[in-house]
């Protein structure tokens, strides 16, 4: 099964329900000439389209006039994806990797806060990268309902059904009413978290909107 990445901040935004869109960097990044990333045929493909041919200067791309490299989306509507997120187990357990943790470990995460380690004291492992979490001990599945493509600074633009994104990426309930002041939240929360593409750079991304499962 596919997963989908969370920051603990973002995965609790999600469980609340402020959270049902998310950006994440299209990779390799297009050529600077790229004017669109345009649909093909394949549900799965984008193919970007550049302002003239240049296959004078890019030989390997497609043979087509002004249709250049192909980008393929890691997700496709109706995916379910389970949501990766921090997590512990037992101390005793420190030394193994993830997949050779067996069925009966303990698990718990850091988005609940690490209360955990109280109650279980010098017993309590290490804090572990969401990026490791084994599907089998997900707690969180959620629906993809939608992906395209996009430049990151069309965010909260006048295009499609963009105007209020920025509360659908989990902005705090008490800039809702305030759109530069959820803008800039949006700003600072992705250079943080992508600093080689910080927003200035308006780089292509793809929007991903999805659900939360209903748990059970």
């Not at 430049?151 to 705090?172: A, F």
């Not at 750079?201 to 209903?214: A, M, T, V």
């Amino acid at each position: 099964m596919k997963s989908l990445l969370l920051t603990t901040d973002n995965l609790k935004a999600t469980v609340e329900g402020r959270k049902t869109v998310t950006r994440r960097l299209i990779k390799p990044q297009p050529r600077p000439c790229t004017v669109e990333i345009m649909k093909s045929v394949d549900p799965a493909y984008y193919q970007s389209r550049w302002p003239i041919d240049l296959r004078g200067l890019y030989p390997n791309t497609k043979p087509s006039t002004m249709l250049g490299d192909t980008h393929k989306s890691r997700f496709l509507p109706g995916d379910v994806v389970y949501l990766k997120e921090a997590w512990a187990t037992l101390k005793i357990y420190d030394e193994l990797s993830p997949n050779k943790l067996p069925d009966i470990a303990p698990i718990w995460f850091w988005a609940d806060g690490n209360h955990y380690a109280d109650k279980v004291g010098a017993g309590a492992g290490k804090v572990r990268s969401p990026l490791f979490l084994p599907e089998r001990f997900a707690r969180y599945f959620a629906t993809i309902l939608d992906v395209r493509p996009e430049r990151l600074q069309e965010i909260d633009s006048e295009i499609e059904d963009n105007q209020q994104d920025t509360i659908k990426e989990g902005c705090p309930s008490d800039l809702i009413d305030i759109p530069a002041a959820r803008k800039l939240w949006f700003e600072n929360l992705w250079d943080s978290i992508n600093p080689k593409f910080p927003f200035s750079s308006n780089p292509f991304i793809w929007r991903i909107e999805y659900k939360l499962n209903q748990e059970g």
